[in-house]
């Protein structure tokens, strides 16, 4: 409705919340798990961004973005963004609280993630990018360390510090790994939502090798050059059905990559989603 449209998120403030427990360190600040004081008691991740560190390292614009792009976005595979309040020296979003934190722990710790667990998650993964791309978001930064996981053990895409509306060629500074840039990235061309397809591809074979399939720890450049040769071996305990999907969607060129719908009824997906979900079920 028009209303709802043009009403402004009520102004919040700090003394809004019962600060809980710190959830850890985000990129420009802490994150705490907080409770709002009055009924009904909402849990929410806080994320407190200093102002300086924003100014002093020029992402301001990225921020904004970030904010305008996840506050618009509604999906069970995407973390909520409820809203965001400022003081004089912070910027606090407000953000949903994921009750099993973050994937790349559980990651680290298990080394890799079972064909049924990869499965189950590039599935949501899948689903959470379909939408995205029909809002014509790119994310661009599709890694293990941007994944949370709800309390029910769901996936949950938890920053868009990278995503842009599409198509995008904006230089980007290669502050972050290289390890999930695409051939046309790498090389700074034009680029479009395909760039995603690729990350979901270097996922799938990070959750069941436990490395990144481009990786080379000596060099940056080494890692560029494996990147544009789409260097890629699969260890021979990767399953043929996942071998197969890695291997359409690691594709250089873009347009060769398997589209997102096609992915979703891959026999690797089929083979673990649940049968109680709707999709598709026969
Ligand atoms: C995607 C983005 C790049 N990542 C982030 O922002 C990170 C930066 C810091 C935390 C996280 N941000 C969030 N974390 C949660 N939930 C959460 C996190 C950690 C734990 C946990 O394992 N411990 C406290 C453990 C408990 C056990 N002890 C031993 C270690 C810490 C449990 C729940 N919900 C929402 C957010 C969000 F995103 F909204 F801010």
């Given at each position: 409705s028009s209303t709802s449209r043009t009403r402004p998120t009520r102004e919040w403030k700090l003394t809004d919340f019962d600060i809980g427990r710190p959830l850890g360190k985000g990129k420009f600040g802490r994150v705490y798990m907080v409770r709002t004081k009055c009924e009904?008691?909402?849990?929410?991740?806080?994320?407190?961004?200093?102002?300086?560190?924003?100014?002093?390292?020029r992402v301001e614009k990225q921020i904004r973005r970030e904010i305008e792009i996840?506050?618009?976005?509604?999906?069970?595979?995407?973390?909520?963004?409820?809203?965001?309040?400022?003081?004089?020296?912070?910027?606090?979003?407000?953000?949903?609280?994921?009750?099993?934190?973050?994937?790349?722990?559980?990651?680290?710790?298990?080394?890799?993630?079972?064909?049924?667990?990869?499965?189950?998650?590039?599935?949501?993964?899948?689903d959470a990018l379909q939408y995205l791309h029909s809002k014509?978001?790119?994310?661009?930064?599709?890694?293990?360390?941007?994944?949370?996981?709800?309390?029910?053990g769901e996936l949950k895409i938890g920053d868009?510090?990278?995503?842009?509306?599409?198509?995008?060629?904006?230089?980007?500074?290669?502050?972050?790994?290289?390890?999930?840039?695409?051939?046309?990235?790498v090389e700074g061309k034009e680029h479009n939502e395909k760039v995603d397809y690729w990350a979901l591809g270097v996922l799938t074979y990070e959750f069941l090798v436990g490395c990144p399939p481009f990786e080379d720890k000596n060099s940056a450049n080494a890692t560029y050059r494996r990147i544009a040769k789409v260097d890629l071996k699969i260890p021979p305990h990767v399953s043929p059905d996942a071998r197969d999907l890695i291997s359409k969607l690691l594709k250089y060129n873009p347009e060769e990559r398997l589209p997102l719908s096609e992915v979703a009824r891959h026999p690797w997906i089929l083979k673990y989603r649940p049968k109680s979900t709707s999709k598709g079920g026969s």
């Open positions: 009904p008691n909402y849990i929410l991740a806080l994320k407190c961004l200093y102002k300086s560190e924003i100014v002093q390292s996840q506050q618009n976005l509604r999906h069970p595979n995407v973390l909520r963004l409820y809203g965001y309040f400022h003081d004089e020296k912070r910027i606090f979003l407000m953000l949903e609280f994921a009750g099993q934190g973050e994937l790349y722990k559980q990651l680290s710790k298990k080394g890799s993630f079972s064909e049924r667990r990869s499965s189950r998650y590039i599935d949501q993964m899948a014509h978001v790119i994310h661009r930064d599709i890694k293990p360390e941007n994944l949370l996981l709800g309390i029910n868009f510090g990278w995503s842009v509306h599409a198509p995008g060629n904006r230089r980007m500074t290669l502050c972050g790994t290289l390890d999930y840039l695409p051939p046309e990235m």
